[in-house]
């Protein structure tokens, strides 16, 4: 019921192209679903993230899309670059009642070809 | 504004003794969460203090243990290490306020031998 699962587990893209990563969810007292990106040797940053209210968000090249019936969320990178090869990661989370405890998925290792 | 630091950012350890690793939230941030990173089982949520309480509590032993102080400067502890903890340990502050956003520092990378 906690679990957050993502695909793919790895994704190859031409600069220029389109990343997509998806995640689905099993509890839907969910209602926070964060995006993090991780650099190696670096901790996971907040990129964008979603409340179930709305079916998509858009901050710059990247966009969440959110499928609440389907329990399903999804991140593109518009016009990828190399500068966009990192390790992402969805997220999940109770809000109220578990506070800040986030549920990860198992991450996409992005790389973007020059 | 600064961020969440974490020290040591590396700590080589033998199995059996026990560690401690500190984590300062951004100012202004009174909740610390910890979370450990390993290839094998990714991110999971070891527990969460806010205003020197545990509110939150992962499924880790009770070898793991934190606590926070009333600057809100939160330390971990792990007793009795095994090769098993070998893993990067990440702490992340929120406000704790609604959709309670959090920012995670760089991590601590520990070794157990």
């Known amino acids: 019921q906690q679990q957050v699962k993502q695909s793919p587990q790895s994704l190859i893209v031409q600069k220029g192209g389109i990343s997509i990563i998806n995640c689905a969810y099993e509890?839907?007292?969910?209602?926070?679903f964060p995006w993090y990106q991780q650099f190696p040797g670096k901790g996971p940053a907040l990129l964008i993230a979603?409340?179930?209210?709305?079916s998509e968000k858009k901050e710059g090249r990247f966009t969440i899309s959110f499928n609440k019936s389907a329990k399903q969320f999804s991140l593109h990178i518009m016009d990828s670059q190399p500068g966009d090869s990192a390790t992402y990661f969805c997220?999940?989370?109770?809000?109220?009642?578990?506070?800040?405890?986030?549920?990860f998925g198992e991450g996409t290792q992005l790389t973007v070809n020059p | 504004k600064a961020g969440v630091t974490q020290t040591p950012r590396y700590l080589i350890k033998t199995r059996g003794q026990q560690v401690t690793l500190s984590c300062s939230p951004i100012?202004?941030?009174?909740?610390v969460s910890w979370y450990q990173q390993t290839p094998g089982q990714g991110l999971q949520f070891l527990f969460e203090?806010?205003?020197?309480?545990?509110?939150n509590k992962g499924n880790f032993p009770g070898r793991f243990s934190g606590r926070q102080f009333s600057n809100s400067r939160s330390e971990m502890n792990v007793s009795t290490l095994e090769l098993g903890d070998s893993a990067l340990y990440l702490c992340?502050?929120?406000?704790?306020?609604?959709?309670?956003?959090?920012?995670f520092g760089p991590g601590t990378r520990l070794t157990v031998t």
């Open positions: 992340a502050s929120s406000l704790r306020i609604l959709p309670y956003e959090q920012y």
């Open positions: 509890n839907t007292a969910f209602d926070y």
């Open positions: 979603i409340r179930p209210d709305v």
């Open positions: 997220a999940a989370s109770r809000g109220e009642t578990s506070g800040s405890r986030l549920t």
């Open positions: 100012s202004g941030h009174r909740s």
């Open positions: 203090y806010f205003s020197e309480t545990q509110r």
